[in-house]
Nanobody, 126 residues
Framework: QLQLVQSGGGLVQPGGSLRLSCVGS????????IGWFRQAPGKEREGVAC????????VYADSVKGRFTISRDNAKKTGYLQMDSLKPEDTAVYYC???????????????????WGQGTQVTVSS
């Protein structure tokens, strides 16, 4: 029922920035919790950031704190991940996810989310 369509990935140099977008469709709720996850080659899926349905609470992985910012525009049914000061270690396929829950778990657990975007490649390299 719920579809999430991502955009905004690409190739960027270290220290650069990208903004990922995640647009929901086929979904009637304006408020839902959004998570961002990534999976690098040879590594397990990692929770990156989460924003609560109200937008009032956010959770970040330690590896991205101070560099990434999660936000949302509920009227547009869109979630965003602004990524600044990118490092080669940030290279991964990034996924957005959504669930009709009120709050983010502090461990950004993918098991809490049932709807997923298609993924987009982010490559940080010189």
């Amino acid at each position: 029922q719920l579809q999430l369509v991502q955009s905004g990935g690409g190739l960027v140099q270290p220290g650069g920035s990208l903004r990922l977008s995640c647009v929901g469709s086929g979904y009637t709720l304006d408020y839902y919790t959004i998570g961002w996850f990534r999976q690098a080659p040879g590594k397990e899926r990692e929770g990156v950031a989460c924003i609560s349905s109200s937008g009032g609470g956010t959770v970040y992985a330690d590896s991205v704190k101070g560099r990434f910012t999660i936000s949302r525009d509920n009227a547009k049914k869109t979630g965003y991940l602004q990524m600044d000061s990118l490092k080669p270690e940030d290279t991964a396929v990034y996924y957005c996810a959504a669930e009709s829950i009120h709050f983010c778990s502090d461990d950004i657990d993918g098991a809490d989310f049932s709807s997923w975007g298609q993924g987009t490649q982010v490559t940080v390299s010189s």
